[in-house]
């Protein structure tokens, strides 16, 4: 949900942004923009992707060792030039780069109208480079300025501000949104997430909300809102530039899939951790789960884990849907909070509230994201950076440690254990399979919709089956419980409308088949997905089969890479670029 990056170093700083924020596109494609100071402010900026705007405008020849840089998920204000980032003041004496909402923009621009400022856009962010002019005409300096603007925006910002006034600095500031200070032998960066400046250094410094950060080439100034300056640790991150490119495959999405069984072996590597953690649990009798998109799929997994295994009451809420259900929190309520990007918007409100009252955990992906900082105990889920929107490998670890976590909470079940270790052998296998899901996918490139059902724990398989589909292809894909189709969506089935059916061998196998021969004698197109050893199922012409060693307990962890692929290769068949899907951003820090 946009991306800054701004850095001073000692040399033209524009190439190093440009890299820089490329890496961050999955934080936004509506239009991108660089800035620099020399002794002037040069800004280059467009509406597209970055690859288009850099086609038309060059935008790493810009000079000056100082500058900052974004790309934009447009809320305030459509897509356009005009709104891109960065915004200057009237005089194009101060540039600015934001990621976050102000949600106080529309008073604060009409005191500053009818001071006389003129504004060039429509964006909530334009207030924030005329209040610091206005406070700099006052003869504040640049981080005086900033640290008097700041104090009068209401809601969510990551900031980086440039001033020809000050030309080798960079103020920054952050409040909700996440930002990240770089530090380097060549100068010194800041950044919405470490995958921006992985290229350039792996010491970085994590900021709170509240911080300001006064940056120059040699020294990095951390202070809070008072100016009082703060020791901050500088950290080492273990993740690496490879990690963040695509290594040879045509998209990050593909790349990410085909690391999962990497993946699963990572996130068990985390079991002794969390076997640890359990025991640090105070007493709770209920379980609550609160997380967005796949991440509430994962969560889901999670509910029918712990309610059918251990008998514990769990709930799974959308975290945008929280504060309708927290009332019910108590100090016997351990809330789990699911999170790739450990920034989404939504769920770091939930933690807040529910930190008031019970216990909280974190499984998230990003280290020393803003949620690490605001949960009791934190799981990482080792899954490595995610760059496709689309979530894939990340849904992988998140589920290896949700089963770890239930196998701990049942103490220590020994059969779960060997299972999951079993799973990551079988996981390599699955890859294998890709050709023909190739092959399906070239079949269904023209329908409208599509339904995935599944029973049980693979009832969340179907829901996350049909997120991927509509993520990436922009079909209609509509996740069912199987014994539930016949309650209403029955009506829709004919040739036209494909239905995946997920049928692993396990108790609900019957049932779930039973669902879909109800759809077959009415016409419909089944991909079933079951066992190879299934009679039933090995009879049929469109299939997916799996080892049977993967009953419907299991089936969620590799049943659901088959249907990544699936909308993957829809996704190229239709010609849509998965990894940047129309109006979707990976990470959501807004509400
Ligand atoms: C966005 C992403 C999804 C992700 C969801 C929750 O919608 O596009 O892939 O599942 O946010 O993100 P989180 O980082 O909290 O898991």
Not at 407 to 421: G, M, V
Not at 480 to 494: N, S
Request: net charge negative.
């Amino acid at each position: 949900m946009c991306g800054i990056v701004g850095c001073v170093l000692d040399k033209k700083v524009a190439p190093t942004l440009l890299e820089s924020i490329k890496t961050l596109e999955y934080r936004g494609y509506d239009s991108v923009g660089l800035s620099t100071v020399t002794d002037k402010i040069n800004i280059k900026k467009g509406k597209g992707k970055i690859h288009e705007v850099d086609e038309k405008l060059d935008l790493a020849d810009l000079d000056g060792n100082t500058g900052i840089a974004h790309v934009r998920w447009a809320t305030h204000g459509n897509p356009t030039t005009k709104n891109a980032h960065p915004h200057n003041d009237c005089k194009n004496e101060i540039s600015i780069v934001h990621n976050g909402i102000i949600g106080n923009y529309k008073d604060l621009k009409q005191d500053l109208i009818n001071e006389g400022h003129v504004f060039k856009s429509d964006t909530d962010t334009e207030v924030i480079s005329h209040l610091i002019e206005k406070y700099m005409a006052k003869n504040e300096n640049l981080l005086e300025a900033v640290q008097k603007t700041v104090k009068e925006l209401k809601g969510s910002y990551a900031l980086a501000v440039i001033s020809t006034k000050e030309p080798d600095k960079i103020i920054g500031a952050r409040n909700e949104s996440p930002l990240i200070v770089g530090v380097s032998e060549h100068g010194n960066y800041l950044a919405s997430d470490a995958t921006a400046i992985l290229k350039e250094t792996k010491k970085v410094i994590y900021l709170d909300n509240k911080e300001l950060i006064e940056l120059t080439k040699d020294n990095v100034k951390i202070m809070d809102y008072d100016l009082n300056p703060l020791e901050k640790k500088i950290e080492t991150i273990t993740w690496t530039a490879e990690m963040a490119e695509k290594g040879g495959y045509d998209h990050f999405m593909l790349k990410e899939i085909h690391e999962e069984p990497m993946v699963i072996k990572e996130s068990l590597s985390e079991e002794s951790k969390i076997k640890s953690i359990v025991r640090k649990f105070k007493n709770f009798n209920r379980i609550c789960f609160v997380a967005c998109g796949t991440s509430y799929h994962a969560s889901l997994v999670g509910e029918y884990l712990i309610e059918s295994l251990i008998g514990k009451p769990t709930d799974v809420i959308l975290a945008s849907e929280f504060d309708y259900f927290k009332k019910t929190l108590d100090d016997h309520t351990l809330v789990i909070f699911i999170t790739q990007s450990g920034e989404t918007a939504d769920t770091l409100e939930a933690i807040k509230i529910a930190n008031e009252k019970s216990e909280t955990l974190a499984i998230v992906n990003v280290v020393g994201s803003s949620i690490t900082r605001e949960a009791d105990h934190v799981i990482y889920t080792r899954a490595g950076p995610e760059i496709g929107v689309a979530a894939t490998k990340t849904y992988l670890s998140q589920l290896i440690c949700i089963y770890l976590l239930v196998a701990y909470l049942s103490d220590e079940n020994e059969e779960l254990l060997n299972k999951l270790y079993e799973i990551s052998e079988l996981s390599e296998q699955l890859l294998s399979k890709e050709e023909q899901i190739r092959e399906i996918a070239k079949n269904y490139t023209d329908v409208n919709d599509f339904f995935y059902i599944g029973r049980g724990f693979n009832y969340p398989t179907a829901l996350e089956g049909a997120l991927k589909l509509k993520e990436i292809t922009y079909i209609h894909g509509e996740g069912y419980a199987a014994g539930e189709l016949k309650h209403g969506p029955l009506a829709l089935i004919d040739e036209n409308i494909p239905v995946v059916g997920i049928v692993p061998p396990g108790p609900s196998r019957n049932d779930t088949y039973t669902n879909l021969k109800e759809i077959e004698s009415r016409g419909g197109d089944i991909i079933y997905l079951g066992a190879n050893n299934d009679p039933s199922i090995l009879e049929k012409e469109n299939k997916l089969l799996f080892d049977p060693r993967i009953d419907e307990t299991l089936a969620p962890l590799l049943y659901i890479i088959d249907l990544q692929l699936l909308a993957y290769y829809i996704s190229i068949e239709r010609g849509i670029d998965p990894d940047k899907p129309k109006n979707l951003a990976k990470s959501v820090t807004v509400k």
